[in-house]
């Protein structure tokens, strides 16, 4: 088994496919991640393959064989506590840790957020208080 996942950073790269795979309904195969993924961005199947399995290796996602004898991949966490994960790893990476960068893009309308996604966010910070 790999590195409990979030203790190895991630490339760019590696964090979209993850993010990808994560918001399939099911475990995808090297082909569809290929067809679905890298060949918009120009990626050959090994290049998506190779990261697959990096992505593996680090304990971010597992595989499975498919009735035809095929890998599938599918992430080891649920999609929400992954993309948590991955919002604390840019917070700690990217922002030393801090999240009032963040908050000051947020509050000068740096993000287009919807009416639903600002009444989750005052919700949480009323949690925070």
Same mark, same amino acid.
């Given at each position: ?42 990626? #050959?199947?090994?290049? !998506? /393959?190779?990261?697959? *399995?990096? +992505? ?7 595989? =499975?064989? %498919?009735?035809?004898?095929?890998? #599938?991949?599918?992430? !080891? /966490?649920?999609?929400? *506590?992954? +993309? ?7 917070? =700690?990476? %990217? ?35």
């Amino acid at each position: 088994m790999g590195r409990r996942p979030g203790t190895v950073t991630l490339g760019e790269q590696e964090t979209e496919l993850l993010r990808f795979v994560a918001e399939q309904e099911a475990a995808l195969t090297v082909r569809e991640a290929v067809a679905s993924w890298g060949e918009p961005r120009g990626l #050959a199947r090994t290049t !998506v /393959l190779t990261m697959l *399995e990096r +992505l593996r290796e680090k304990g971010h996602l597992s595989r =499975e064989k %498919t009735s035809d004898g095929n890998w #599938a991949y599918l992430p !080891v /966490l649920p999609k929400a *506590e992954l +993309l948590s994960g991955l919002v604390q790893s840019f917070v =700690e990476r %990217t922002l030393g840790g801090s999240v009032s960068p963040f908050v000051s893009y947020l509050a000068e309308g740096g993000a287009s957020l919807t009416v639903e996604e600002r009444a989750k966010l005052k919700a949480l910070l009323e949690t925070l208080e």
